[in-house]
Nanobody, 123 residues
């Protein structure tokens, strides 16, 4: 069983920055890649970014490309999301997730999920 715990969410003004972190524990051997998703009130869960543990290959949603950066620390089993130049549209609950596949953007391909952390961007 894999446990994922997000942290770092909060309230930030538009144009500001925020850094989210996801700590993985338990039996993480089968995890190939980690991703961040977000879900705004009344909307579907949306892919944000993904990174592989092995090659650190990344992929981003067009809406965050150039503003957000995903990174990983294999030794610490952590994945981070650096959010810069945030916009009110970024307001959502952010979730980290683990998958056995590489660079998947569909939440159905993810096996484990964190509890989510709220990010609110004020205008």
């Amino acid at each position: 069983q894999v446990q994922l715990v997000e942290s770092g969410g909060g309230l930030v003004q538009a144009g500001g920055s925020l850094r989210l972190s996801c700590a993985a524990s338990g039996r993480t051997f089968s995890s190939i890649a980690m991703a961040w998703f977000r879900q705004a009130t009344g909307k579907e869960r949306e892919f944000v970014a993904v990174i592989t543990w092995g090659s650190s290959s990344t992929s981003y949603a067009d809406s965050v490309k150039g503003r957000f950066t995903i990174s990983r620390d294999n030794a610490k089993n952590t994945v981070s999301l650096q959010m810069n130049s945030v916009k009110p549209e970024d307001t959502a609950v952010y979730y980290c997730a683990s998958t056995r596949y590489t660079r998947r953007t569909n939440p159905r391909d993810y096996d484990y999920w964190g509890q989510g952390t709220q990010v609110t961007v004020s205008s």
